[in-house]
């Protein structure tokens, strides 16, 4: 996998995402902090991927949770490796009062299937060639729709944070991708509507980018394009 990513500062607050790829560019994490500095998304990222690492490699070990029969063995490895990482976080930083939670989107790429956990955004689509971009993530939009730039807005709040409570819901999913297939991510309070009239050479990370930015500068946001096969030089 490759990342590239851009952030762009409106008049309101949002955290700043921090993306991570482990060194054999297989699995990728995007993690957004919120709230107190009471543990970095580094932390966060090093206990996922070193808890994945364990239970995908260690066949023989068991599993502190039961195996879901409805998961593939990659999805159980990974929600097993999320609910350590949430118990991790809550012991550590959130048991006796709240201070910090995190935003995760949390992906693997095994050959030619992509497996994914997202915790609250960023938004996820899938950029195929000859079609228009869908969003396959489980972020749930709050509705704000078209904004006009002069509207007043309200401070963004997380649709659900990692590490908050000592249990954790989320739902694994994967797909099969095609060599070409990208994926966009993007943490902001809607997608820019006028992404899914792009053509897949129109859709860079400039004028994606340009885009968001036009719809309502007001509005801070992080954007990224993954390369779920790198591209060779």
Known sequence: MRIQERSFSGKIFRPTPKSYLSSNKKLITVITPWGQEAASPKEVFETIETQYNFFSEDKESTHPFPKLTSLTPVENDMRTAVIQTNQVVFNNVNQEEYSMGFELFFAIVIENILTVIQVGQPFILIDRSNQFL????????????????????????????????????????????????????INRHTIPPKWFTLKREERTLENLSKLAAEENPNLPFWLAIIDLIEPEN
């Open 134 to 185: 869908q969003n396959i993530g489980h972020t749930v939009s709050n509705h704000l729709g078209h904004l006009k730039k002069s509207q007043t807005l309200l401070p963004p709040l997380p649709y659900q944070l990692l590490g908050i409570h000592e249990d954790i819901s989320f739902h694994p999913f994967f797909f099969r991708f095609q060599i070409n297939d990208r994926l966009i991510l």
